[in-house]
């Protein structure tokens, strides 16, 4: 149906306001990389046309819709991973870049390409630090909310791809509102900790993304099921030995968060109960009694603050409200004082009136009395 119930003029009129703003977004597509030579060979997924065109000042300018070339050349589904390092060793920051529209950073768009070649770039997609110290690639979240790990899972059905970006920055199930979707999530879970199995100290030792990856995981969990997984896995003499739980327990997140410190506590318990002995376990008991003891009286002190400011805060009210009702009082006796005067003066102007009139009958009563 027409948008005006069959008036054809406004019919019209809208079809080309319509077809109108359809050919300026084709325009703007088709002269959206004018000159921006390295934006263009990324778009084409050129080697050549990037490495001719690649300069550190190219490599930082955005197109109109505030997207770096490394955010052109990470959507691409040509992409290799020699044309991604190009251009991000080049201007290391560009990984971090999310302040477009969207929010979304090279990674988010790297998370939802199909291409064959992804898995192969995505580990220079989630730095640990950049210039600036921001965070890390796989933690930011888009416009909805996001990470890159949730869109992947949403969206690119390589479980590569998924598994890599959930190593990193994990997810919950509850996330996912499908149950294809929470399922995946689940078997990504289940892939996780048996990765986690292979990381066998000292043959191999986790990363510092890994490391992040894993508190990320045990300081996050929601879901009771996901909580007894890993408690059932730190149990498990075979698949978790002593020298990896150690590991586990030492691993720091790019807060340089301990994960023993700031695991959920069904976590934190079962890596005590695996690593330390009934002594060492007393010990921890008194020392984490000791810093709640500190904690809440930090927090009865912190309370006692808040009472505090509260009651100054009254107090403060108090003395406004007191001060506008003397004000507002003073205000009333001004205007019933200037009333009064304004009684007064009128009154003198009657009797004046009054004094005129009289003066002025006697003068015609007396001229009157010559005449007769």
């Known amino acids: 149906?027409?948008?005006?119930?069959?008036?054809?003029?406004?019919?019209?009129?809208?079809?080309?306001?319509?077809?109108?703003?359809?050919?300026?977004?084709?325009?703007?597509?088709?002269?959206?990389?004018?000159?921006?030579?390295?934006?263009?060979?990324?778009?084409?997924?050129?080697?050549?046309?990037?490495?001719?065109?690649?300069?550190?000042e190219a490599a930082q300018q955005t197109d109109r819709f505030n997207l770096n070339p490394l955010h052109i050349l990470a959507s691409n589904p040509n992409a290799t991973i020699e044309m991604i390092k190009l251009v991000a060793d080049q201007y290391p920051d560009a990984v971090a870049k999310a302040d477009n529209a969207m929010r979304m950073s090279p990674l988010h768009f790297a998370s939802v390409n199909p291409g064959e070649h992804v898995i192969e770039f995505l580990p220079h997609l989630v730095p640990l630090t950049t210039s600036d110290n921001v965070r890390l690639g796989c933690t930011i979240q888009n416009m909805d909310s996001q990470t890159p790990t949730v869109l992947s899972i949403l969206y690119n059905p390589n479980n590569d791809v998924q598994q890599h970006l959930f190593k990193y920055q994990q997810c919950e199930v509850s996330e996912f509102g499908g149950k294809e979707y929470q399922d995946r999530v689940r078997g990504l879970e289940e892939w996780y900790l048996n990765h986690?199995?292979?990381?066998?100290?000292?043959?191999?030792?986790?990363?510092?993304?890994?490391?992040?990856?894993?508190?990320?995981?045990?300081?996050?969990v929601v879901e009771p099921a996901t909580a007894q997984k890993?408690?059932?896995?730190?149990?498990?003499?075979?698949?978790?030995?002593?020298?990896?739980?150690?590991?586990?327990?030492?691993?720091?997140?790019?807060?340089?968060?301990?994960?023993?410190?700031?695991?959920?506590?069904?976590?934190?318990?079962?890596?005590?109960?695996?690593?330390?002995?009934?002594?060492?376990?007393?010990?921890?008991?008194?020392?984490?009694?000791?810093?709640?003891?500190?904690?809440?009286?930090?927090?009865?002190?912190?309370?006692?603050?808040?009472?505090?400011?509260?009651?100054?805060?009254?107090?403060?009210?108090?003395?406004?409200?007191?001060?506008?009702?003397?004000?507002?009082v003073e205000s009333k006796e001004t205007e019933v004082e200037r009333k009064e005067k304004e009684v007064e003066r009128k009154e003198k102007e009657i009797q004046s009136l009054l004094a005129v009139r009289k003066k002025t009958t006697k003068e015609d009563m007396c001229t009157d009395c010559v005449i007769s």
């Open 230 to 328: 890993i408690c059932n896995f730190i149990g498990d003499l075979e698949k978790c030995t002593r020298p990896l739980a150690q590991e586990l327990a030492d691993a720091k997140d790019d807060e340089n968060r301990k994960a023993i410190d700031v695991a959920v506590e069904e976590v934190q318990s079962a890596l005590i109960e695996r690593l330390y002995s009934t002594e060492e376990k007393l010990k921890l008991k008194v020392e984490k009694e000791k810093k709640e003891a500190e904690r809440k009286k930090k927090e009865v002190e912190r309370k006692k603050k808040e009472v505090e400011r509260k009651k100054k805060e009254m107090e403060r009210k108090k003395k406004e409200a007191e001060e506008r009702k003397e004000r507002k």
């Open 196 to 220: 986690i199995a292979q990381m066998l100290p000292p043959d191999h030792t986790l990363s510092l993304l890994e490391q992040h990856g894993w508190v990320q995981f045990v300081s996050g």
């Open 1 to 56: 149906p027409s948008p005006d119930n069959g008036n054809n003029t406004n019919t019209n009129a809208f079809q080309n306001n319509f077809f109108a703003q359809i050919t300026s977004i084709a325009n703007n597509l088709k002269t959206r990389f004018d000159n921006l030579p390295l934006h263009r060979a990324c778009y084409n997924a050129s080697e050549q046309d990037i490495k001719d065109s690649l300069t550190n």
